[in-house]
C-alpha cells in the first residue's frame, strides 16, 4: 500500500470545507499564506531595502558633460558637475552610496592617471564631498581605465606584472583617500593587493578608509557593455590570468579568505545571477559584509528585452535584485539603483 507516504503529505480524504464538493483534507496548505498582499508581505523572507544599494557613475574630464554609453541605456559618462547632480537625485531617490569609475584624459603604460590628484575621479571625490557629504563614496580600484593598453596592471611583454602593479594600486587608492574617499574598492585581482593597500592607508593616516574587495571576481563576459562605458577593452589578450574562472567555487572562498586576512571589510562577488551560490557560501562561511555586483551585461540584457517588448523591466529588475539579496548579498551594486529605489519608496 502507498497510504503512507500520501500520509506523510497530509493526505486525508474527507468532506470539502464548504461541505459540497469533497475536500482532500490537507492538514497543510501552502497557499493560505499567499492570499493577500498583506498577507505575503507578512512572510517575506527577503525585504530590499535601499540602504544597500550602491549606484556606479563613470566620470570624466569637462563640464556639462553627459554622455549615455550605447550598451548600457540609461547610463552615462558624466563629467565631475554631472556626476554630483546625479549623485544628489539619486540620494533624493534614497540611494546612500556611489561607486565612483574614472575616464582619464590621457592614458599612458603604466596607468599613471589612476593616482593624479588633478583626475577626474578625484576630482569628483572632493566636489561630492563638498556638495552631499552625506554620500557614501566607494571608489573603484583599478588600472584598466587609465592604461593605454586596457590591462588591469603593468604589462611586460605578454604579463601582467603583479608585484609592480599591486604598488601602484596602493598610490592610487591612497590618491582616493586623500581626496575624500570613504571606501576603496580594488577590482583588480592582483595577488597581495589589499594587503599592500591596507598598509598604504594606514600609513598615509587614512585608517578609517574602509576596503570593500573584488574578492571573487570571475573572467566574465558580462562586463562587455562595462569596457564601452569605461573605455577599458584590452588592445590584446584578455583577463583570464588574474580574474577567475567561472567553473571554480572552492577557490572563490580563498580568494575571500585571503582579502579578510590581509584586511578587507567588505568582499564582493561579481557578477552576481550566476554566482548566487557563490554568493551564499562566501556569506554563510565567513559572515562578513557581502557585497554582490549586478554588472553592466545582466543590466545590458534586462535592458534590451525590456526594449524589445519582451519582458516587463520593472518586474524583471525587483526579481534579480531579490535573488541577489536572497543568496546572501547585504550590498547591491546595480546601474538599476534609482529605479529600484524609486520602486521601493512606493
Ligand atoms: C575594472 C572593473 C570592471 C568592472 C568593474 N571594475 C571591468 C573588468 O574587469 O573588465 C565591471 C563592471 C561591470 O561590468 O558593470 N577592473
Ligand atoms: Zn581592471
Redesign the pocket.
Known amino acids: 500500500m502507498t497510504t503512507t507516504a500520501t500520509e506523510d503529505r497530509g493526505f486525508r480524504p474527507g468532506p470539502g470545507a464548504d461541505g459540497a464538493a469533497p475536500g482532500l483534507g490537507l492538514t497543510r496548505r501552502l497557499r493560505r499564506l499567499r492570499r493577500s498582499p498583506a498577507l505575503r508581505a507578512l512572510v517575506r523572507e527577503t525585504r530590499l531595502s535601499t540602504d544597500s544599494l550602491v549606484l556606479?557613475l563613470f566620470v570624466l574630464a569637462g563640464e556639462g558633460v553627459r554622455r549615455e554609453v550605447p550598451s548600457m541605456p540609461g547610463v552615462c559618462q558624466l563629467s565631475v558637475d554631472e556626476a554630483v547632480r546625479e549623485a544628489t537625485a539619486a540620494r533624493d531617490d534614497g540611494v546612500r552610496a556611489v561607486l565612483l569609475?574614472g575616464l582619464p584624459e590621457a592614458k599612458d603604460a603604466e596607468g599613471s592617471a589612476a593616482a593624479d590628484p588633478e583626475a577626474p575621479v578625484q576630482r569628483a571625490i572632493r566636489a561630492l564631498k563638498r556638495a552631499a557629504p552625506d554620500v557614501l563614496v566607494v571608489t573603484?580600484v583599478?588600472l584598466?581605465?587609465y592604461t593605454s593598453h586596457g590591462h588591469?596592471g603593468i604589462v611586460r611583454g605578454n604579463d601582467i606584472l603583479n608585484d609592480a602593479t599591486v604598488e601602484h594600486l596602493a598610490r592610487a587608492a591612497v590618491s582616493h583617500a586623500e581626496a575624500g574617499a570613504d571606501v576603496v574598492a580594488p577590482?583588480?585581482m592582483m595577488d597581495g593587493r589589499v594587503g599592500a593597500i591596507r598598509e598604504a592607508l594606514d600609513e598615509g593616516g587614512f585608517e578609517d578608509v574602509a576596503i570593500m574587495a573584488?574578492a571573487a571576481?570571475y573572467c566574465s563576459a558580462?562586463?562587455?557593455?562595462?569596457?564601452d562605458a569605461?573605455d577599458?577593452t584590452p588592445a590584446f589578450g584578455d583577463?583570464r590570468t588574474h580574474?577567475m574562472d567561472p567553473a571554480n567555487v572552492e577557490e572563490a572562498l580563498r580568494e575571500v579568505a585571503l582579502d579578510l586576512e590581509e584586511g578587507a571589510d567588505v568582499v564582493m562577488v561579481?557578477?552576481a545571477l550566476h554566482y548566487l551560490d557563490v554568493i551564499s557560501r562566501v556569506k554563510q562561511e565567513f559572515g562578513y559584509p557581502t557585497a554582490a555586483?549586478h554588472?553592466?551585461?545582466e543590466?545590458a540584457m534586462l535592458k534590451a528585452a525590456a526594449r524589445n517588448g519582451w519582458i516587463d523591466e520593472e518586474r524583471a529588475m525587483m526579481e534579480a535584485l531579490t535573488a541577489i539579496a536572497r543568496a546572501g548579498a547585504d550590498i547591491l551594486i546595480t546601474?538599476y539603483a534609482r529605479d529600484a529605489a524609486r520602486v521601493l519608496a512606493r
Open positions: 556606479p569609475f573603484d583599478c584598466c581605465e588591469c577590482s583588480d573584488y571576481k558580462y562586463y562587455g557593455p562595462f569596457r569605461a577599458s583577463r580574474q561579481k557578477p555586483y554588472v553592466s551585461g543590466y546601474y
